[in-house]
């Protein structure tokens, strides 16, 4: 058998990307709305670039605005938050992920961390893209076109410095080519993405809005959901009230705020069955809402990952439907933050996460057991509720405003061996009902008639059909009573 003829070759074999792997991998697992929002979320990291140096102050995000404007022909979306610095553009900004060593925003508050929210976006949408930026420094144009997405040789984009378009220190990203899919989701009379998309802006960047961002969407401003929690007032403060619970901590490079409390009244019994068989009052406010680095990441759940149903904790029911609380969490450095790439999610295994969930089941039983023991009071509970006063559940860790009685905590997790810093966290005595010596004369009555004939009584009584039925079983029994005084 003849030796074939040795064969020369190259010493190398390739092992570069190809562009298609990219553009399919990035965009695989994130919905259309939420590579919208890594958008809103680079609006906000150029607000944090250029207010960096300036005074702290409440209204951070004041004055600052972004602009979304969709159809079946294109995206863009328009901002004054200050732009790209051509640093960053040059370096890292159009890259295909962040280089490791690079941390050019290490003095902001960022939650991008592997510099793909921009380009992800881009590549979910359609297949060119100009990007126009002003800075205090310069104006400049960057152009992805499709040439350019099917070329594996060619890795670097066209940028040019141009005179200012804008007429303000921001960003215009304008997306065209757009996918037939995406065309369909921006155009279709039949697509939910204009509510969706409005719904939810208003929910994740609810903790910017009240700190002064505006957003449009479609050319309608996107009204933010109201936040707050319900306390009895600084007189109380120290004693028998309803405050919320308090915590915080500095651990790992990482700020923690914590409140839990009421942000409504209690519900009735017929507001439960009500809420159980789907209609009455809704729990779309109750739940735990997580924030990092300003960006809501889960809003209002009330699932295990926020500690319900577990740990001797009860599951979610709509007897709880007046909790609500937040945690927030601040970092310099992103990684350290519990939130999973897509952003939108929260990293159930991060150390920092699981050492603060115990002081939100801490906080959860408080208020759990305030509404058990006060569920067959609810006249009594209302009244008390309504001497309460709606605030911002932040303003309780503003001590140059309030005097929180702080209890420190532990000092160091003796798992971890981290130190905490400044750890702390406030207890409320919430009030309790009225105990059997001083109420034995009061008894329950509870009893179960047909739906038709409650509607009959309450239509008699009160010439309207609708009434909850624990307002028709006391204005029947008030009624008689009164007879029965007569006699």
């Not at 960047?205 to 319900?230: A, D, M, S, T």
């Not at 009860?314 to 007897?319: A, C, D, R, V």
């Not at 004369?441 to 009584?461: G, M």
Request: charged share 30%; hydrophobic share 35%.
């Amino acid at each position: 058998m003849a030796i074939p003829k040795k064969k020369s070759f190259p010493n190398t074999v390739s092992a570069s990307p190809t562009k298609s792997f990219f553009v399919e991998m990035l965009t695989r697992d994130i919905e259309l709305k939420d590579s919208i929002l890594d958008l809103l979320d680079n609006c906000v990291d150029g607000i944090q670039r250029l207010t960096k140096d300036q005074d702290p102050s409440d209204l951070p995000y004041n004055e600052f605005w972004a602009k979304i404007t969709f159809s079946g022909d294109s995206f863009s979306i328009e901002d004054n938050c200050g732009g790209i610095p051509i640093e960053a553009a040059q370096q890292y900004a159009f890259k295909m992920g962040r280089p490791k060593d690079l941390n050019t925003d290490g003095d902001i508050y960022t939650i991008g961390t592997y510099g793909i929210g921009m380009k992800r976006a881009i590549f979910k949408m359609g297949q060119s893209c100009q990007i126009f930026s002003q800075t205090q420094d310069v104006a400049f144009k960057v152009s992805i076109g499709r040439e350019w997405l099917l070329s594996d040789e060619e890795w670097n984009l066209p940028i040019e410095e141009v005179e200012s378009e804008l007429g303000f220190l921001g960003t215009t990203v304008l997306i065209e080519n757009l996918y037939p899919s995406i065309v369909d989701e921006f155009s279709s009379i039949n697509s939910n993405l204009y509510e969706d998309l409005v719904s939810e802006i208003s929910k994740h960047y609810i903790f910017i809005f009240h700190k002064g961002f505006k957003i449009w969407v479609n050319g309608q401003l996107v009204e933010p959901k109201p936040w707050q929690l319900r306390w009895d007032g600084a007189n109380n403060i120290s004693g028998e009230s309803i405050c919320p619970y308090l915590y915080s901590v500095i651990r790992d490079e990482v700020e923690v705020r914590l409140a839990i409390g009421f942000y409504t009244d209690m519900p009735k019994q017929s507001d439960v069955e009500k809420s159980i068989e789907g209609k009455g009052r809704r729990g779309d406010d109750a739940g735990w809402t997580v924030v990092c680095n300003d960006r809501v990441i889960i809003y209002c759940d009330k699932t295990r990952l926020t500690g319900w149903g577990e740990a001797n904790i009860p599951s979610y029911h709509p007897q709880y439907i007046g909790i609500s609380g937040i945690v927030e969490f601040r970092s310099y450095n992103s990684r350290k933050l519990p939130i999973t790439t897509t952003k939108r999610g929260i990293d159930a295994s991060s150390d920092i996460y699981l050492y603060v969930k115990n002081f939100m089941r801490e906080g959860l039983k408080i208020f759990i057991s305030y509404t058990n023991k006060w569920k067959f009071k609810p006249r009594e509970e209302r009244q008390r509720f309504s001497r309460t006063q709606p605030v911002d559940p932040l303003i309780f860790f503003n001590d140059q405003e309030l005097k929180i009685p702080w209890k420190k905590t532990r000092s160091k997790d003796s798992k971890s061996k981290t130190i905490n810093v400044n750890e702390r966290k406030y207890v409320p005595s919430l009030p309790l009902p009225p105990s059997k010596s001083e109420d034995e004369n009061e008894k329950i009555i509870r009893f179960t008639k047909p739906a038709l004939e409650i509607r009959e009584v309450a239509e008699y009584l009160f010439e309207e059909s609708d009434k909850d039925t624990s307002e028709v079983g006391e204005e029947c029994f008030e009624r008689i009573l009164k007879q029965a005084r007569k006699r």
